[in-house]
T-cell receptor
Framework: GAVVSQHPSRVICKSGTSVKIECRSL??????MFWYRQFPKQSLMLMAT?????????EQGVEKDKFLINHASLTLSTLTVTSAHPEDSSFYIC??????????FGSGTRLTVV | AQKITQTQPGMFVQEKEAVTLDCTYD???????LFWYKQPSSGEMIFLIY??????QNATEGRYSLNFQKARKSANLVISASQLGDSAMYFC????????????FGTGTRLQVFP
């Protein structure tokens, strides 16, 4: 089946630094990818929709300058958390619509900012 | 606005018994899709079952079935013959109809299966 590879699975960074998270569709082309954020024991909140070759569409309340999304190819989307702070610590997960019109999720990235 | 409601923060079920996880939704769209996902402690999202708003039959996938009651706007997940490995968070999600592929999620239900 379709696979979305997400890296890194875990990252610890110092406050003020930036962290890049990658999502790759391994066996299909993903025109659109979605980025979610999940706090402990809470639901997945959609942050933005990433479209290949164009600017991402951010959900209300999500700071586009803080969460930079780049979707430069049909198989790769990246989320960069800029100037990370402890409150950005969360579980970030991407998903893409595969060739069967199903949503395939990455395995998630647990970000801890210290 | 679209909304998914899961009113059961936690559920317990004995192994081999059936359990129903509730999900209600709110939308004014005629065309939409409903999903259930399982999220174990590792964090991955595992697709379980899908129901389209125009599907007349309730969806089934192995031990999972979806009790779709369109008039009541409910899409409850039924897990039959529960197994210890079913212990996880379960999320109901909805995909809007024509103009967007966004998935919105409910708050989830933590299911614990005991021997």
């Amino acid at each position: 089946g379709a696979v979305v590879s997400q890296h890194p699975s875990r990252v610890i960074c110092k406050s003020g630094t930036s962290v890049k998270i990658e999502c790759r569709s391994l066996d299909f082309q993903a025109t659109t990818m979605f980025w979610y954020r999940q706090f402990p024991k809470q639901s997945l909140m959609l942050m933005a929709t990433s479209n290949e070759g164009s600017k991402a569409t951010y959900e209300q309340g999500v700071e586009k300058d803080k969460f930079l999304i780049n979707h430069a190819s049909l198989t790769l989307s990246t989320l960069t958390v800029t100037s990370a702070h402890p409150e950005d610590s969360s579980f970030y997960i991407c998903s893409a619509i595969d060739q069967a019109d199903s949503y395939t999720f990455g395995s998630g990235t647990r970000l801890t900012v210290v | 606005a679209q909304k998914i409601t899961q009113t059961q923060p936690g559920m317990f079920v004995q192994e081999k018994e059936a359990v129903t996880l509730d999900c209600t939704y709110d939308t004014s769209d005629q065309s939409y899709g409903l999903f259930w996902y399982k999220q174990p402690s590792s964090g991955e999202m595992i697709f379980l079952i899908y129901q389209g708003s125009y599907d007349e039959q309730n969806a089934t996938e192995g031990r999972y079935s979806l009790n779709f009651q369109k008039a009541r706007k409910s899409a409850n997940l039924v897990i039959s013959a529960s197994q210890l490995g079913d212990s996880a968070m379960y999320f109901c999600a909805m995909r809007k109809g024509y103009n967007t592929d966004k998935l919105i999620f409910g708050t989830g239900t933590r299911l614990q299966v005991f021997p």
